[in-house]
């Protein structure tokens, strides 16, 4: 008689994704549910979505905990200060990407500067807050540009350089081309985005 391990690998062997309920074991709920949990610890298994499981390939799964060290070690190593969502895709599914970004930037090495939009940061000594590593104007500029907008400067700058104006605009806005969605800053302080 096969253990329940072995029936639920057995109906992976296709190679294909399947969801928790179309399993279809002589067992209850909870016991393919420990089942699923202890393959995907073992590596056996890769876990896709809500529910939704495959069959592990060569390299094996990667833990949300070891998730979390690649995207520091990652983080670490780039010269880049903004980082999008999308960098780290391959390091596992969506989920644990989403889990294992939010204990980096918990952590304190990444803050979140817009939707998927993610920053290199250090606890500040002086207020002991997480806070980027350069000024947002860079941040904002370095964003539009992993995102494809064309950036200029603002009328405020515009006016300024060309001296029809002697007030100092703030480093906050920015004309752009494309319309953008997302707002982009931290901690209250955003950009704004003008459009051209």
Do not use: H, W
Not at 19 to 27: F, I, K, P
Not at 55 to 64: E, M, R, S, V, Y
Not at 87 to 115: E, H, M, P, T, W
Not at 154 to 181: C, F, H, K
Request: glycine share 10%; aromatic share 6%; hydrophobic share 40%.
């Amino acid at each position: 008689m096969q253990t329940l391990e072995q029936q639920v690998l057995e109906r992976f062997a296709c190679g294909d994704t399947l969801s928790r309920a179309t399993l279809r074991l002589d067992a209850n709920y909870d016991s393919v549910g420990r089942v699923l949990g202890d393959l995907v610890k073992a590596r056996k298994l890769v876990r896709v979505g809500r529910g939704s499981y495959r069959l592990a390939t060569g390299k094996g799964a990667i833990p949300a905990a070891t998730i979390a060290d690649a995207i520091r070690q990652r983080v670490g190593r780039s010269r880049r200060n903004v980082f999008l969502r999308s960098d780290f895709d391959k390091l596992g599914s969506y989920d644990a990407v989403g889990r294992a970004l939010r204990q980096v930037v918990r952590s304190g090495k990444l803050i979140q500067i817009g939707y998927g939009l993610y920053a290199k940061a250090a606890v500040s000594p002086f207020s002991g807050k997480t806070a980027p590593l350069v000024g947002i104007r860079k941040l904002a500029t370095e964003a539009l540009g992993r995102l494809g907008k064309s950036i200029s400067a603002s009328d405020a700058e515009q006016a300024y350089n060309s001296g029809r104006s002697t007030q100092v605009p703030t480093g906050r806005a920015l004309m752009v081309t494309d319309r953008v969605r997302r707002r982009i800053g931290y901690d209250g302080n955003y950009v704004v985005l003008q459009r051209a």
